[in-house]
């Protein structure tokens, strides 16, 4: 069974840092594509950023573009995302997800995702 | 950026109802265009990829339509585990979330 289990979610002040991480298991994590997806609270879905199965691929929505980082350990069969200068409006639920049909593909498999909430 | 628009935002529905939700493309993405149904608290679930084509263990109630800027998806006698928002989401340049459409 495929599984994707985010945490490191945390409040955390503006401008502040943190790291995600996405913990996967049921696939053969290496061969696999990943990206993170947001949903601000009671908002929809926005996607953040993805990487290719090898890592040396990397792509960002311009609203991250230069504060986050996405990258993986595929000995460790997890996927981060580094998130710098956090913002109030980075405030959400980060989904890690599998893109199907390229790396920027559609999701078929989500993990349950974890809360960021960026506040002073 | 492709922007993509869902309509309507809210859709009032009963059991047994057949629903259609629209979702428009700014610009062309022939037919790569994926559906999602998602519940509170839940992660969103994957039922419509390249337009028309079912995602496995998806019920055949649902079905989608459309290429180009213009898709459907349709729901034929509606469920009460269907009631739920649904997302439509282009792959045709990076990806993009349409808004949502509530089915109440």
């Known amino acids: 069974e495929v599984r994707l289990v985010e945490s490191g979610g945390m409040l955390v002040q503006p401008g502040g840092s943190l790291r995600l991480s996405c913990a996967a298991s049921?696939?053969?994590?290496?061969?696999?594509?990943l990206s993170w997806v947001r949903q601000a609270p009671g908002r929809g879905l926005e996607w953040v950023s993805s990487t290719s199965a090898s890592g040396s691929s990397t792509y960002y929505a311009e609203s991250v573009k230069g504060r986050f980082t996405i990258s993986r350990d595929n000995s460790r069969s997890t996927l981060f995302l580094q998130m710098n200068s956090l913002r109030a409006e980075d405030t959400a639920i980060y989904y890690c997800?599998?893109?199907?049909?390229?790396?920027?593909?559609?999701?078929?498999?989500w993990g349950q995702g974890t809360l960021v909430s960026v506040s002073s | 950026d492709i922007q993509m628009t869902q309509s309507p935002s809210i859709l009032s529905a009963s059991v047994g109802d057949r629903v259609t939700i629209t979702c428009r493309a700014s610009?062309?993405?022939?037919?790569?265009l994926a559906w999602y149904q998602q519940t509170p608290g839940k992660a969103p679930k994957l039922l419509i990829y390249k337009a028309s084509s079912l995602e496995g263990g998806v019920p055949s109630r649902f079905s989608g339509s459309g290429s180009g800027t213009e898709f459907t998806l349709t729901i034929n006698s509606l469920q009460p585990d269907d009631f739920a928002t649904y997302y439509c989401q282009q792959y045709s340049d990076y990806c993009t979330f349409g808004q949502g459409t509530k089915v109440e």
């Open positions: 049921g696939f053969t994590f290496a061969t696999y594509p």
């Open positions: 610009q062309s993405i022939n037919t790569w």
């Open positions: 997800a599998h893109p199907m049909g390229g790396i920027l593909g559609y999701f078929d498999f």
